[in-house]
């Protein structure tokens, strides 16, 4: 359950930085992108512990 998190919060943090990122330009979008997508997969992570755990 915890990777499947990580790979909605992975997919969903992507998304929100490549639109964030494409305001600006197509370089910064593909750039935050990837930012997206580590913190997303932290963060689904993260929630999916905090949930099972409590």
Do not use: C, N
């Amino acid at each position: 359950m915890e990777k499947l998190m990580g790979l909605v919060g992975a997919t969903v943090g992507s998304l929100a930085g490549w639109y964030l990122g494409a305001l600006v330009g197509f370089t910064t979008g593909v750039v935050l992108s990837m930012v997206g997508t580590g913190f997303g997969l932290w963060a689904g992570r993260w929630a999916t512990r905090r949930w099972l755990e409590g």
